[in-house]
């Protein structure tokens, strides 16, 4: 097995747009980085302070209807997945990313745009050689009717995730990838987070979803899909969940060998699930191989990240 490089971005790559669920309106860059860096995001607060959080497990302040990264001094930046899981399904190792605003733009809902843009940017080779985290024996937690469980899988980075709504147009739905760039492209990023009109009014008042509309957003009604052309793929919800799930994984720091099973999960049970991992030393090693199946994509490595915007965390 030949080592495979860290990488970044060529240049860097801008977007804007609102936050799903403050509404407010937040510019974003996403900044070329040394070898070592990881993915560190800095926020430009109110008073034209700059905070700077690196992304960690530990770094995680809330999991309710986002990954909301902060510190003691409180939440810095909310609902990081879809750009965690579009740097982590591209195989961009080190970025800085500053963001204006307490919530990273929702775009159209999905990956796509962050997927473009850094493709635009372009993904570049470092010296150093990357590091990859490698799953030995499986590790598991339930929550509730949920389960969630890294596993040994020797091919690279497989993810399974399986929903299961009380709505005749979502249901139960299942997909299983073996997971790189060029998979992760066409099976996931386009799919987009969901909300129910039923939870609207309840949502709302807990000051969710502000910044929702259906330009940004799956609105599901009892009986039909409200947004003009309908879904992007027959299961776009469970294909978003699997998208989030990539994001929240993304957290680690580095790639994973292994594979991810989730059942009626979400972002806390992801989060809950990483941390188990890591909080087992026997459970996993860090080692500089890539998994014997040579996968495709910038960085010859797939992976992937995040969870619906505002999906419920139990399915």
């Known amino acids: 097995?030949?080592?495979?490089?860290?990488?970044?971005?060529?240049?860097?790559?801008d977007l804007t747009g609102n936050g799903v669920h403050s509404g407010i309106s937040a510019a974003l860059s996403i900044n070329p980085a040394p070898a070592g860096t990881g993915i560190v995001f800095i926020r430009t607060l109110e008073d034209g302070t700059e905070r700077e959080i690196r992304v960690a497990p530990h770094a995680v302040a809330a999991t309710e209807f986002a990954t909301v990264l902060g510190d003691a001094s409180g939440a810095l930046v909310s609902t990081v997945e879809h750009i965690l899981a579009s740097l982590y399904g591209l195989g961009v190792d080190n970025a800085i990313v500053d963001v204006t605003g307490p919530e990273v733009p929702i775009l159209d809902?999905?990956?796509?745009?962050?997927?473009?843009?850094?493709?635009?940017a372009g993904v570049v080779e470092l010296k150093a050689p990357r590091r990859y985290l490698r799953i030995l024996k499986p590790i598991g937690v339930t929550s509730g009717s949920s389960y969630g469980e890294l596993r040994p899988y020797d091919r690279g980075f497989r993810l399974e995730v399986e929903i299961d709504f009380a709505h005749a147009l979502v249901g139960r739905q299942s997909i299983a990838l073996d997971m790189d760039a060029a998979v992760f492209r066409r099976e996931l990023a386009?799919?987009?987070?969901?909300?129910?009109?039923?939870?609207?009014?309840?949502?709302?008042?807990?000051?969710?979803?502000?910044?929702?509309?259906?330009?940004?957003?799956?609105?599901?009604?009892?009986?039909?899909?409200?947004?003009?052309?309908?879904?992007r793929y027959p299961d776009e919800f469970v294909r978003h969940k699997a998208l989030d799930a990539m994001g929240d994984l993304a957290l680690a720091g580095m790639p994973i060998i292994g594979a991810y099973h989730?059942?009626?999960?979400?972002?806390?049970?992801?989060?809950?699930?990483?941390?188990?991992?890591?909080?087992?030393?026997?459970a996993w090693a860090v080692e500089t191989q890539q998994p014997s199946r040579r996968l495709r994509g910038h960085a010859g490595f797939g992976i992937a990240l995040a969870q619906p915007a505002f999906a419920?965390?139990?399915s």
């Open 262 to 282: 989730s059942i009626r999960g979400g972002h806390r049970l992801n989060h809950a699930v990483l941390c188990a991992l890591l909080s087992d030393r026997s």
């Open 1 to 13: 097995m030949r080592a495979g490089k860290q990488t970044t971005l060529r240049t860097r790559a």
């Open 109 to 120: 809902g999905s990956a796509a745009q962050f997927v473009e843009a850094i493709e635009r």
């Open 312 to 314: 419920p965390d139990v």
């Open 190 to 231: 386009r799919a987009r987070t969901f909300g129910f009109v039923r939870d609207v009014t309840r949502l709302w008042s807990a000051g969710y979803a502000l910044g929702a509309t259906f330009e940004n957003t799956l609105v599901v009604a009892e009986e039909r899909i409200l947004n003009p052309g309908g879904l």
